[in-house]
């Protein structure tokens, strides 16, 4: 249930903060500086993929996720999320122009996308449908088997999977599958 309503808790959330002043786009600032408006969350399936620069497996996984979003294209809306305050917007930036990325990226210096999604690594994906329902998180495939140690190829995708049964209208096989990463520090 907790899921359920993680669109409505966020917005309801967000639109507090606006009512009493305190500035809510710092902490969804897009790369570059621009707004990332999560009301069209509703129009269009979402997949969040927590991203750290200084993470090996976030910029591995980058191809990966271009790759995904260049098929679903029009069908589902991908959004890279930086938790925290470590990093910078120059290290944002020069992630986004190093491994070309295309889709939306934003800061979540305030962490209030890593407190509502749940995310505790980086990568991680949360693919939520039209009504902000998270259908699917964690893993994107299987290629990395601990922290060190990769396959040669992956031999499950596990968020590409989710993606086509939701995008089928058919039951998603596995709802979580546990990411390996680099934690994010709250």
Not at 8 to 22: K, R, W
Not at 101 to 118: A, F, R, W
Request: glycine share 4%; with cysteine.
């Amino acid at each position: 249930m907790k899921h359920i309503l993680f669109l409505v808790s966020l917005l309801l959330s967000l639109q507090a903060e606006a009512q009493y002043g305190i500035n809510t786009v710092q902490s969804l600032k897009m790369v570059p500086e621009q707004k990332y408006d999560l009301s069209n969350l509703e129009d269009i399936p979402h997949v969040f993929v927590f991203y750290a620069t200084s993470c090996p497996l976030s910029q591995k996984y980058t191809l990966t996720i271009a790759n995904l979003n260049a098929k679903y294209a029009n069908k589902v809306k991908f959004v890279g999320v930086f938790p925290g305050v470590e990093e910078t917007s120059e290290q944002f930036e020069h992630f986004k122009k190093k491994y070309q990325i295309t889709y939306p990226l934003i800061e979540d210096n305030k962490m209030v996308l890593v407190g509502s999604l749940q995310a505790t690594v980086t990568p991680e994906a949360f693919l939520l449908d039209r009504s902000g329902k998270i259908v699917y998180h964690g893993a994107i495939d299987d290629w990395v088997v601990k922290l060190g140690k990769t396959k040669q190829v992956a031999t499950v995708n596990y968020l590409e999977n989710a993606i086509e049964d939701l995008l089928n209208n058919t039951k998603i096989l596995s709802s979580y599958i546990k990411p390996i990463g680099c934690y994010i520090e709250r």
